[in-house]
C-alpha cells in the first residue's frame, strides 16, 4: 500500500490526538518558562494531593491482587469446562463488559446504599441497630473497581491457560508434584505473561476510572481521576491536571515494567539450568 494513502489519517491522529496529549504532558514540565519539576514539587508539597495518589496505587494495587486471586481459580474452572459449556460460561464472563460502567456502578448504590439491600439485611437479622454507612467509603470504591475490571482479568488468564498443553499438569502429577506443586511451578510459569497482561489492564483501568470512584467515593475518596477533573472544571488548574497526567502515565507504565520483571525473575528462578520457560500466551 502506498504510505500516501496513510497520511490523512495519521495527519488527523497527530492533530486531534497526538499533539494535544503532547501539549498537555509538556506543560507539567514548564513553570513560568523555565522547564523544570516545579509543578511536581507543589503538587506533592499538598497534603491532599499525595493523600489521594497513594490512595489511588493501594486500591488499584488491592483490586488488581483481589481480581488476580479470583481470576485464577475461576479461569481453571473455565478451561476445563465441557467444549459446549466453555464458550457459554466464557460470554457470561464477557457480557458484563458491554454495560455502561454507569449502570454497573449505580447497582452498587442500590446494593450499598442506607435503604440498600445489604443495610436492609443486617437491620432486619438483629446485627445492627441502625444502618451502616457503606457508601462513600474505600470499601465501596475498592468492590465497585474490582467488580468492573475482573472480567478483563478473567479474559486474559483463560486466553493463557486455553494455549496450555493439557498434558504439561499431567506430566508433573505422574512424575510425583502434588497438585499444589504442579500449580505454582508449572502451570503458574507457563501462563504468568497471562497474569502481566491481566494485572496490567487492571491496574491500569482502576487508577483512570472516572465513573465509579465519583459516585461510590464522592468527595470523601477522591482518586486521582475525580482530582483531575476538580482541578480543571472547579479551579481552572490546567497545571496540576497536566501533572496528574503524567503521574497517570508513569505509574501504570511502571507497574507494567514491575510486573514484567517480576515474572521474568520467577522464570529464571524455576527454569532448570537456565532454560527459561516459554510463557503461554
Not at 488491592?62 to 481459580?73: D, E, N, Q, R, V
Not at 475461576?74 to 464458550?87: T, Y
Amino acid at each position: 500500500m502506498p504510505v500516501w494513502l496513510l497520511m490523512p489519517s495519521l495527519a488527523f491522529v497527530a492533530a486531534f490526538f497526538v499533539a494535544p496529549v503532547a501539549a498537555l504532558l509538556l506543560g507539567a514540565f514548564r513553570l513560568d518558562g523555565v522547564w523544570g519539576f516545579g509543578h511536581f514539587s507543589a503538587f506533592f508539597a499538598e497534603p491532599l494531593n499525595r493523600e489521594v495518589y497513594w490512595r489511588t496505587v493501594r486500591l488499584a494495587g488491592l483490586a488488581t491482587l483481589a481480581a488476580a486471586c479470583i481470576g485464577y481459580p475461576a479461569a481453571l474452572a473455565i478451561v476445563r469446562l465441557p467444549a459446549r459449556w466453555r464458550g457459554l460460561v466464557t460470554a457470561l464472563v464477557i457480557l458484563p463488559l458491554m454495560v455502561s460502567p454507569i449502570a454497573r456502578t449505580y447497582a452498587w448504590i442500590v446494593l450499598l446504599g442506607r435503604n440498600g439491600l445489604v443495610n436492609s439485611l443486617l437491620v432486619s437479622s438483629g446485627s445492627v441497630q441502625e444502618p451502616v454507612p457503606l457508601l462513600y467509603t474505600e470499601a465501596a470504591v475498592w468492590l465497585g473497581l474490582l467488580q468492573l475490571m475482573l472480567p478483563l482479568m478473567l479474559v486474559s488468564l483463560v486466553s493463557a491457560l486455553e494455549n496450555l498443553p493439557a498434558d504439561v499438569e499431567h506430566a508433573a502429577r505422574s512424575l510425583g508434584a502434588t497438585p499444589l506443586q504442579a500449580f505454582f511451578k508449572v502451570t503458574l510459569p507457563l501462563t504468568q505473561e497471562g497474569l502481566v497482561l491481566g494485572g496490567t489492564l487492571v491496574f491500569t483501568g482502576c487508577v483512570t476510572a472516572y465513573i465509579t470512584p465519583a459516585l461510590l467515593g464522592g468527595a470523601k475518596v477522591l482518586m486521582l481521576e475525580t482530582l483531575l477533573y476538580q482541578k480543571v472544571n472547579s479551579g481552572g488548574d490546567l497545571p496540576a491536571a497536566s501533572v496528574i497526567a503524567v503521574l497517570l502515565l508513569l505509574t501504570t507504565v511502571a507497574v507494567n515494567q514491575l510486573l514484567r520483571r517480576a515474572s521474568a525473575a520467577r522464570r529464571t528462578r524455576l527454569a532448570p539450568s537456565g532454560a527459561v520457560p516459554k510463557a503461554a500466551t
